[in-house]
Structures are given as structure tokens and as C-alpha cells.
């Protein structure tokens, strides 16, 4: 996937919104970026604006503008070259980007080693780019890589079939085994709550939400985290039905039992067994 310019053109790939699932960057973060990305230099990585010029780009109030910016900066995925004291347009260099036009080619922007916007600093793109890596801007050292591909071709755990409590569906088409520990684990942690019916809701909602689905990596943590909210709004309690009252006798039968009652008095005191 590829956004294109007048000339040149940068891409984009699926690694970047696994930021967005695994929490690395929220999903404003994560728009401002890709506008950033789109207007960037495709020849330098380097955009001149502001949270200002985003702003009223995009129609996003100025505050949370300033406030993905310097998130995003936090988090190295650009740096600012701002002026103290000015609020005029500064040059945004996005770290790691991958010239796609002119005379450097081919070379990576390092913008954390760049000693100012006029002395940038390029190397040069050595690993192949692959589905799995975030955006062109963006390149996952080799050391998390290969971690990456070690978890990937782990094989998903298997709890035995007499142990099994229920299954989730993941992201990757998978399904996430529930364990009768874990329930049993889970219901002590959260008293209130009807763990075994709240699993299944959050499967019925998961179903229904297919773009909420977690990661493997990521289940339990939504898990906890829709228990705790059951928790907090009071819970699922199970109640027990109260036992039925015996029915009432009629009248008619309190009469009736009462004469039977006078008959078998005056019998036995007659002396008739």
C-alpha cells in the first residue's frame, strides 16, 4: 500500500496498525501520522508545518494536535526542529523514512542522529522491507524481528479438551483457548461477576466487532480489562430462584379435614378402632 504525491510516493504497510492494536499509538496518533507521511518530502522525509497547519487541515482542535505531536515525538516516530518562543511552521523529520525520489534514493532518514534540519543525516536501507514492518518511515531493528518471527511460529497453546472452558476468536483467524484454571482464577478476582456468561458475551461481541479482535499477545489484557468493567458496574451475581410456597388449601378442603378430624375423635372415644 503506497500514498501517492505529485511525485514520488511513500509507503505504508500493515506493521504500522499492529502499533494501533498492540497500543503503541492510538488511533489519532496514528491519523495525524499518516497525514504527516502523505505531505512529507518524498525526497527528504521533511515536512515544514505545525500543529497549527494540522489543525485546520484537518479540523482537529489545536490542543489535541499538539498533544499527538509531541506523543508521537515521545515515542521517536518524528522529531520537531521548533523555534522557542515561535509559533511559525518548523520542519518535521520523520525517523526512518525511505526516500522514494531524487538523488538520495533509496537512503533512510535518521532523524535522532540529524544535527539540525539543515544537517540531516541519511544511510542506507539495508533490510528488505516486508509486510510485517510499520510504514516505510518506520524500520523494526533485526533483534525484534527475529523475535517477532520466533513468536509468530509459536505454535498457538493447547489446553486439553477436559480442561477446556471456551474459546476467542484473535485477529490472525485463530482462536485464543480458555482454560477451567483460568475461569476458576478470573471468578476469584472478580466475585460479582458471572465469569463464564461474561466470556460469552465478549465472544458474541467480539463475532460482532471483527475489527475489535485481539492479538494473541493481547487477549487476557482485554479480557481483565471486561471483567473489570463488570466488576465496576456491580456485576452478574448469580441468584438462586427462591423455593416455590406450598400451594393454599381451599375452604372446602379446611372443612372437610376438620370433620374428618371430629370422626376419628368421637370413634375412638366410643371405643370403635
Keep these: 500500500m503506497a500514498i501517492v504525491r505529485s511525485r514520488g510516493f511513500v509507503q505504508v504497510r500493515r506493521g504500522l496498525f499492529e502499533h494501533v492494536q498492540n497500543g503503541e499509538m492510538s488511533m489519532g496518533e496514528c491519523f495525524l501520522y499518516m497525514a504527516i507521511l502523505a505531505n512529507a518530502d518524498p525526497a527528504t522525509g521533511v515536512w515544514i508545518s505545525s500543529a497549527g497547519m494540522l489543525s485546520s487541515y484537518y479540523s482537529i482542535p489545536s490542543r489535541t494536535c499538539k498533544d499527538w505531536l509531541a506523543k508521537l515525538e515521545k515515542k521517536r ?3 520537531r526542529f521548533m523555534v522557542q518562543g515561535k509559533h511559525a511552521q518548523y520542519p518535521m523529520l520523520i525517523h526512518k523514512f525511505q526516500c ?5 534514493k533509496g537512503m533512510r532518514l535518521n ?3 540529524s544535527a539540525s534540519y539543515q544537517q540531516l543525516k541519511y544511510g542506507p536501507c539495508l533490510e528488505q522491507c516486508t509486510d510485517s514492518a510499520p510504514v516505510g518511515a ?3 531493528p533485526q533483534s525484534t524481528r527475529e523475535g517477532e518471527k520466533k513468536r509468530t511460529n509459536t505454535p498457538a497453546r493447547s489446553v486439553p479438551p477436559e480442561e477446556l472452558a471456551g474459546t476467542l476468536p484473535l485477529v490472525a483467524g485463530t482462536f485464543y483457548e480458555i482454560s477451567r484454571a483460568q475461569v476458576s482464577e478470573w471468578s476469584q478476582a472478580f466475585p460479582a461477576v458471572d465469569v463464564k456468561t461474561e466470556l460469552k458475551q465478549f465472544k458474541v461481541w467480539l463475532d460482532a466487532n471483527p475489527t475489535k479482535k485481539k492479538t494473541r499477545k493481547g487477549i487476557c489484557r482485554a479480557i481483565v480489562g471486561w471483567l473489570t468493567r463488570s466488576q465496576d458496574r456491580g456485576g452478574r451475581v448469580i441468584t438462586m430462584p427462591a423455593a416455590p410456597l406450598p400451594a393454599q388449601k381451599s375452604q372446602y ?7 374428618r378430624a371430629e370422626r376419628r375423635q368421637a370413634m375412638r372415644e366410643a371405643g370403635i378402632q
Design 77 to 79: 516516530y518524528l522529531r
Design 253 to 259: 378442603q379446611l372443612d372437610a379435614e376438620q370433620q
Design 100 to 104: 522514494t525520489d531524487g538523488a538520495l
Design 111 to 113: 532523524a535522532w542522529e
Design 138 to 140: 518506520l524500520t523494526v
